[in-house]
């Protein structure tokens, strides 16, 4: 689905926090981590973290997550769980292991009325055009995107994402992790047994139209927490002479507890939709 925005990145002047720490993992897989930044929205006392990425379409740069996690709308639910005018990126600096926290606002004006859609329907990605700051050390997502791969099962599949444990956390924490795991080929056959399980008076055109998502979507085992939402994922693959390489496979989407598997959505969808194309 095409949507015209008019966008406008804010920057605050006092909303650069203080140079804050950030770790980066000791690995093969270290540059894949790059790809990967927390986003948070503060809503009264709450603090929502997920995971965005950034794309680049000629000279224009936008900044990439789910709709949930930028606009508060659950596409589970077709409900709203927060709303927030502005938008926190913390990004790494070029010259240094620190990073910094910047507002964008997110607002009506900028980014649109807050939709309700469902899942079935549409896929969970929101992308914002976003001026990249001149001491911000961003990596595209272009880097790793091939047609060949992007539907492809992988061999492992490797997420970066920012959860963060319940409870009470400082404002702007985040703390990068690792989820590696399987395309769970059989995901939906499990899910909808889950469902005549858990919801044994669902009828079967209920559970037709849930599955019906695997047009959109595929799961991965494990599951995903809180605060890997809008990660891209990469895939494993070896080429023809043997040779390991990283591909984009799709973005995170959110976890099913009942199954202990987490939603993706497809590679070429999310392209799609990157190009202006859904």
């Known amino acids: 689905m095409k949507t015209l925005y008019s966008h406008c990145l804010i920057w605050m002047s006092g909303l650069f926090l203080p140079l804050i720490s950030s770790a980066q993992p000791a690995d093969e897989t270290a540059l894949l981590a790059k790809y990967s930044y927390p986003i948070f929205a503060l809503a009264g006392k709450q603090q929502y973290t997920g995971t965005a990425f950034f794309y680049r379409a000629g000279d224009s740069t936008y900044l990439v997550s789910n709709y949930h996690a930028i606009k508060g709308m659950s596409p589970l639910k077709k409900s709203i769980t927060f709303s927030s005018d502005t938008l ?97 080929e059989q995901g939906f056959a499990d899910y909808d047994a889950s469902l005549k399980v858990n919801f044994p008076g669902s009828s079967d055109s209920a559970r037709a139209i849930l599955s019906n998502t695997s047009r959109h979507y595929y799961f991965i085992k494990p599951y995903a927490a809180q605060g890997y939402s809008g990660a891209p994922v990469f895939g494993r693959f070896r080429t023809a002479d043997n040779k390991i390489i990283y591909r984009f496979t799709g973005v995170i989407f959110a976890g099913q507890p009942m199954t202990r598997q987490t939603w993706a959505i497809k590679g070429s969808v999310a392209l799609q939709y990157l190009q202006g194309e859904l």
């Open 88 to 184: 926190y990126l913390k990004y790494p600096l070029k010259t240094s292991g620190e990073s910094r926290v910047l507002a964008i606002d997110v607002s009506a004006e900028s980014t649109g009325e807050t939709e309700l859609f469902s899942m079935v329907d549409r896929i969970d990605l929101l992308k914002i055009p976003f001026d990249v700051p001149a001491d911000a050390d961003i990596h595209f997502i272009n880097d790793l995107i091939d047609p060949a791969y992007l539907n492809a099962i992988p061999e492992e599949v490797m997420v970066f994402g920012h959860p963060t444990e319940p409870g009470s956390v400082p404002a702007f924490y985040s703390k990068k992790q690792r989820l590696a795991g399987q395309v769970n």
